[in-house]
């Protein structure tokens, strides 16, 4: 019969001594709530749980190989340490099907580790591991700048910070330079320098036709390969940016897809941002939905990308811009659109500024903290699109060695440092027979020509000519000995 024995000599309570197939158990009578500690005998469980009756409401059940909290009802559960100065819990937020660790005793506040139903984790205050080079922008914080940190005025080329195309065709006229920036805006923006923009040249009214743009050209095969364009599948991406500008209004990034070869179409895709005070930086995030305006060009089959050295998308900056280059804002579409008629004219006045630094953009729907590339690793990045010999400008000789390939013509042939997007286009810079002089045979001879020609991906070749001025097979030398000269080797697009 079953019964309560209290064993002296064993130190045991033992319940149901008869061992009849019955639940047993301890019932904790409370004023308002009643708890138990039972064994659930049909199913060979110990249970914890609230009220009277075995198997309700279980808390916590233990079998022969497991120890289970909860009983499958739509409530959180948890385990709470409870401490002198700071509790903690390990909880399920049922509602969200997350596990918590966190800070408190309310499962959700203060979260430190959630894994969600994906198995997907979120560490809090921790810079989570991330996929290296997420940053589709190289150079986005401006760090690199081979061929001047100066003002330079253009209307349409790489002039100053590398991989940025100064793009300028308005009645107006704006240069760049190198803004290198103080010790709290470093800590805003937590970048070195920012690219500055400025109008020098002022046009009121925009012709249809004319547009002023900041650029930037990613190259398709550096795109991630999940990416997805050309397919259902096309993720989000999102960009974030900081900006500082002295007018205030309303301003449009785009972003092209730019591949048309073949059966492919390109695309084009407006996004307005707000610039709310004057002289302020301010952080900008736009995130780019390849669905947006409730379109299907980008996951359409025409919305693929080729894998290759060309552009594979663009990203464009307006300061303004004419009506040929309007469309609705937040869509994709047809036509090639840099922004919205709403964009504000940076050629008003010759008191407009626009600074730009710390442009990401990567794939996802929330922007995170800015990629640090360090500065060699960048630098080899940019010198995939321009490199220069010598690299650093000094007034000290820098000397190649050239060889005689008849009598009008030395030549050497250089490696290249990184390779190359492309063939690069060589060019000298600076003043024959001063920046740049041919050595041979005890003395410097005159120069009537040079050429950096003959270009692959990682070499290219220097002529150096002058009339019968040399000899075949004579050993002779080229010096770069100013500031002013150099070999410039462009690869952009």
């Not at 301890?26 to 749980?49: H, P, R, T, W």
């Not at 020098?200 to 991630?224: F, M, N, R, V």
């Not at 205030?248 to 785009?254: D, F, H, L, N, R």
């Not at 303004?320 to 047809?334: I, K, P, V």
Request: with cysteine; hydrophobic share 35%; proline share 3%.
């Amino acid at each position: 019969m079953a019964g309560i024995e209290f064993d002296g000599p064993n130190n045991k309570i033992e319940l149901n001594t008869g061992a009849a197939a019955a639940d047993q158990h301890i019932l904790f009578n409370g004023n308002a709530k009643d708890f138990y500690v039972a064994l659930d005998d049909s199913a060979d469980k110990l249970v914890i749980g609230e009220g009277s009756t075995v198997g309700t409401n279980s808390i916590l059940t233990i079998t022969d190989d497991s120890l289970t909290i909860g009983d499958a009802s739509a409530v959180d559960t948890k385990i709470v340490f409870d401490g002198n100065a700071q509790d903690f819990y390990v909880g399920l937020d049922d509602s969200a099907d997350d596990l918590i660790i966190g800070l408190g005793s309310t499962v959700g506040t203060t979260p430190a580790i959630t894994i969600n139903e994906d198995l997907q984790t979120t560490i809090a205050n921790y810079k989570n591991p991330q996929p290296p080079f997420r940053n589709l922008i190289i150079n986005g914080d401006m760090e690199i700048w081979q061929r001047s940190t100066s003002a330079v005025t253009t209307t349409g080329d790489y002039v100053t910070v590398d991989r940025w195309k100064i793009s300028e065709d308005t009645d107006g006229t704006m240069s760049t330079e190198q803004s290198a920036l103080s010790v709290a805006d470093q800590a805003t923006t937590g970048c070195n320098f920012a690219l500055l923009a400025k109008c020098t040249g002022t046009d009121g009214t925009i012709g249809s036709g004319q547009s002023s743009e900041l650029i930037h050209h990613i190259e398709a095969q550096l795109l991630p390969p999940d990416l997805g364009y050309g397919t259902s599948s096309a993720k989000k991406l999102t960009l974030s940016f900081w900006v500082y500008a002295y007018a205030a209004g309303t301003y449009c990034i785009s972003l092209k897809k730019d591949d048309a070869a073949g059966s492919l179409t390109a695309y084009s895709y407006t996004k307005e941002y707000t610039i709310d005070a004057s002289n302020t930086w301010e952080y900008k995030t736009i995130t780019i939905s390849p669905t947006a305006g409730s379109t299907s060009l980008i996951t359409s089959a025409a919305g693929g990308i080729t894998r290759d050295n060309g552009v594979g998308l663009r990203l464009n900056f307006a300061l303004a811009m004419g009506s040929n280059y309007h469309q609705s804002d937040d869509t994709w579409m047809t036509n090639t659109a840099l922004s919205t008629s709403n964009q504000a004219n940076f050629l008003s006045s010759t008191s407009n500024t626009f600074y730009l630094t710390g442009v990401q953009l990567e794939v996802g729907d929330a922007a995170t903290a800015l990629e640090q590339i360090p500065h060699d690793v960048q630098l080899q990045r940019c010198q995939r699109y321009y490199q220069q010999i010598p690299h650093t400008a000094s007034s000290s000789w820098q000397a190649y060695p050239l060889w005689g390939v008849n009598a009008n013509v030395m030549s050497t042939r250089l490696q290249l440092p990184v390779v190359m997007r492309s063939n690069p286009t060589g060019a000298f810079v600076g003043t024959r027979n001063t920046d740049f002089k041919a050595y041979y045979d005890g003395g410097y001879q005159t120069l009537t020509g040079e050429a950096a020609t003959d270009t692959t991906d990682d070499a290219v070749r220097f002529d150096m000519s002058s009339s019968s001025a040399f000899a075949a097979n004579v050993a002779g030398g080229l010096y770069i000995n100013t500031t002013s000269g150099r070999v410039t080797l462009n690869a952009e697009f």
